[in-house]
């Protein structure tokens, strides 16, 4: 089965979490977009979504469904999202789209995560894909001469800025063996806004296709 298809079978299992009178927390990409289409047959039996990201919001509201912010909403019961990988403990690599950081918050203020991927995303090591770094402009070099100290070759992903209107440093070359630990001491450093580690609070369900892992 091909990739996308993968993707859409995955975005679709997804509204099985849905429940009525939910508020979706909805996170960003090619495999969400699928989820987001499905969402919209649902709509009306929803009150809304919470969105992690312009282009998220763009889709959402042109299918009609109402979008809603976070700071109304109070706690979310359902999120879900894709990743660029994930390993056995269903820890995530996130932000191959440049979201996030508005991901991880939506991601940390829902009961349960539902991440949808299709089967490349699999991994027993989190580090291939290059991890995605939220940094403040003006300390892209501070954080990148960081990076090259634990053993990482950061890349500016030139050209790109947020939606918070900062930039991205992309991170080759590590092989993870411990996420939780290298998220919390990237958490620490200053200029970090958000890691695209996905670890101290990974996904709750991952489904690949439309079974879950
Ligand atoms: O910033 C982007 C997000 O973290 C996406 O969830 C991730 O890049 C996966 O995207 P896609 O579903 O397009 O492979």
Redesign the pocket.
């Known amino acids: 089965m091909s990739n996308a298809n993968e ?1 859409r079978l995955a975005g679709e299992a997804a509204i099985r979490y849905v429940e009525d009178g939910a508020i979706v927390g909805v ?7 699928f989820f987001i289409e499905a969402l919209a047959d649902l709509k009306h039996r929803i009150q809304g979504a919470v969105s992690s ?1 312009e282009q998220s919001t763009a889709q959402l509201k042109k299918l009609g469904i109402p979008v809603l912010d976070l700071n109304a909403t109070g706690p979310l019961t359902l999120y879900v ?4 990988e994930c390993d056995p403990f269903k820890r995530l690599i ?7 950081t508005r ?1 991880k918050i939506v991601a940390a203020a829902s009961e349960k995560f539902v991440c ?3 089967s490349s ?1 699999r991994v027993e090591l989190l580090g291939k894909f290059p991890v ?1 770094i939220e940094v403040i402009p003006m300390a892209r070099s501070l954080v990148g001469r960081e990076i090259v100290k634990r053993g990482g070759q950061p890349v500016w992903r030139d050209g790109v800025t947020t939606d918070n209107g900062n930039w991205i440093i992309d991170v080759h070359g590590w092989q993870i063996v411990d996420p939780v630990a290298l998220e919390s001491e990237l958490n620490q450093l200053p200029g970090i806004v958000t890691v ?1 580690l996905f670890a101290r609070r990974p996904a709750d369900v991952v489904l690949i296709g439309d079974r879950e892992m």
């Open positions: 993707k996170g960003t990409g090619s495999t969400v977009a990201s999202d894709g990743a660029d996130k932000g191959g789209g440049a979201a996030l991901e949808i991927i299709d995303k995605p695209g």
